[in-house]
T-cell receptor, first 116, second 110 residues
Framework: GAGVSQSPRYKVAKRGQDVALRCDPI?????LFWYQQALGQGPEFLTY????????KSGLPSDRFFAERPEGSVSTLKIQRTQQEDSAVYLC??????????????FGPGTRLTVL | QKEVEQNSGPLSVPEGAIASLNCTYS??????FFWYRQYSGKSPELIMS??SNGDKEDGRFTAQLNKASQYVSLLIRDSQPSDSATYLC??????????WGAGTKLIIKP
């Protein structure tokens, strides 16, 4: 595709509800990243995939957060039993390189999650 | 704790002047340095990347890197109102992780 796409763009959840956020990376991009961005802050790393392999999940804040990329393209970030502190913009980025996977990253529009 | 520091601003610059944005980082083993622009409510977009000491120019933008001082900057010449945004500095550290600053809000006054 032309760019990274994410859905939904906006999600309102009641506390305790489970949510699933989807990311479609740029076609052919090997590396995929999830970030959490709070208002007025830079993105905070959550997890990294190279193809279908989750190589780094050190940034996931709790075991309520789970990410997968089963076929090496589309990825889903799932948050179970959402809490108010989970409210943030969730950004997905992809990169075509595998050199550490950390070179130029292209971002999707993000999903703004609001937990009431 | 590896850190990337930026002045949060806002930095106010008259239209047509040079805007200077600064970033310092703590990990001496850092390899790559990136400047992203983020408009309000939008996702970050890559402006410049720099990998070696010195200056790198691209149009109105110049990135400057000084690894000895652990300092990277972005200069925007002939600032335009459309340059008003938050500028995020991102550093790839020795463990290949991308560490982000909190961003500097830039306002270009017509």
């Amino acid at each position: 595709g032309a760019g990274v796409s994410q859905s939904p763009r906006y999600k309102v959840a009641k506390r305790g509800q489970d949510v699933a956020l989807r990311c479609d990376p740029i076609s052919g991009h090997v590396s995929l990243f999830w970030y959490q961005q709070a208002l007025g802050q830079g993105p905070e790393f959550l997890t990294y995939f190279q193809n279908e392999a989750q190589l780094d999940k050190s940034g996931l804040p709790s075991d309520r957060f789970f990410a997968e990329r089963p076929e090496g393209s589309v990825s889903t970030l799932k948050i179970q039993r959402t809490q108010q502190e989970d409210s943030a913009v969730y950004l997905c980025a992809s990169s075509h390189t595998t050199t550490g996977g950390w070179n130029e990253q292209f971002f999707g529009p993000g999903t703004r999650l609001t937990v009431l | 704790q590896k850190e990337v520091e930026q002045n949060s601003g806002p930095l106010s610059v008259p239209e047509g002047a040079i805007a200077s944005l600064n970033c310092t980082y703590s990990d001496r083993g850092s390899q790559s340095f990136f400047w992203y622009r983020q408009y309000s409510g939008k996702s970050p977009e890559l402006i410049m990347s720099i990998y070696s000491n010195g200056d790198k120019e691209d149009g109105r933008f110049t990135a400057q890197l000084n690894k000895a001082s652990q300092y990277v900057s972005l200069l925007i010449r002939d600032s335009q109102p459309s340059d008003s945004a938050t500028y995020l500095c991102a550093v790839r550290d020795s463990n290949y992780q991308l560490i982000w600053g909190a961003g500097t809000k830039l306002i270009i006054k017509p």
